[in-house]
């Protein structure tokens, strides 16, 4: 299913990182969740398109402090408008993704942005 772009599998890590965390399954194209899934979770939509976005010409793995580290430098943490970044506290490179808000402030920025990157 990888290879038919119907999935999209984010990994835990690198070596046996990647080995000791189970992998990570989101649908390839957010648009599918419509088609899909009768009740989906706004959580995994918002993911699968940063991921489907990002994950084009960066590595995406996912991280313990926030949702995704990319290119083993920068940790994303997905959310809605209301999301904080308490749990990237202490991370200079830590930012919040927010869904629902039109500009960006000090490490929030807003999800539809990502969309620029395809």
Known sequence: MDAGSLIHIVRGGKGMRAVNKPDKLLLDNPN???VLCADANIGSIRESF???QVG???????????????????????????????????????????????????????????????
């Open 32 to 34: 599918l969740f419509t």
């Open 50 to 52: 940063f991921v489907s």
């Open 56 to 118: 084009l010409k960066q590595q995406v793995h996912y991280h313990d402090k926030g949702d995704f580290i990319v290119d083993d430098k920068r940790v994303f943490e997905i959310g809605g408008a209301s999301k904080t970044s308490a749990q990237l506290e202490g991370n200079p490179n830590g930012y919040v993704v927010a869904d629902d808000i039109e500009i960006g402030f000090e490490n929030k920025i807003p999800l539809w942005l990502f969309g620029l990157l395809y």
